[in-house]
């Protein structure tokens, strides 16, 4: 062949790869050097490539995790799980699953703190009857504060704690009062409530 026939050398850049190749390589979980060898590129490439489309990854085939595992993982972190709990329930490290988490691009999962529910003491449980039976007979915030031996502005928050309407003051229940009837009905009401 002379010269003039011979098809002219390619200069520049070398054709472009196969990402598609790749992407469906990666897909069915084959690693960045596995990829590279199949397609006779360089590693460094399929890296950048993978890199490129933010993909994590894939494991060694002796380190990859079984749909069974990938589920497990997945459903406790979807219960909403931390890594730590997660971790525990699995019998693994929480830093394998921190690792599968970011791999995935998935957000941390915070515990919550828990509600804190008051707890009454036997105290307070008893003021808390005397504050009902005084208002079950229609005393006022003012008549209520004196009996109990607290605050008008106390006897106003329990009563907006409870929603419970104020009570005007009756001419006949101030008698009751400063009788002592009042007293004694509140008394035995509590005492009847323990």
């Known amino acids: 062949m002379s010269a003039s026939t011979r098809p002219a050398a390619r ?28 397609t006779g590129a360089d590693r460094t490439s399929v890296v950048r490539y993978r890199k490129g489309q933010n993909l994590a990854a894939n494991a060694p085939r002796g380190h990859r995790l079984s749909r069974g595992q990938l589920a497990a993982r997945m459903k406790l972190y979807q219960q909403g ?18 690792d599968w988490r970011r791999s995935r691009g998935l957000k941390v999962n915070r515990r919550k703190p828990a509600p804190r529910h008051r707890t009454l003491s036997t105290a307070q449980s008893e003021a808390n009857g005397a504050f009902m039976a005084l208002y079950a007979l ?28 104020a009570h005007t003051r009756p001419p006949f229940i101030t008698s009751a009062i400063v009788d002592g009837t009042a007293s004694s009905t509140a008394a035995s009401a509590t005492e009847g409530s323990s």
């Open 81 to 98: 799980l931390t890594d730590s709990e997660i971790a525990q329930r699995l019998r693994i490290t929480a830093g394998k699953i921190r």
């Open 11 to 38: 200069k520049g850049r070398p054709p472009l790869h196969d990402h598609g190749e790749w992407h469906r390589l990666y897909l069915l979980g084959l690693t960045d050097g596995e990829i590279a060898k199949r």
């Open 138 to 165: 229609k005393l006022c915030d003012e008549q209520i504060a004196a009996e109990l031996g607290i605050s008008t502005n106390a006897v106003l928050k329990r009563r907006e704690r409870r929603n419970l309407p």
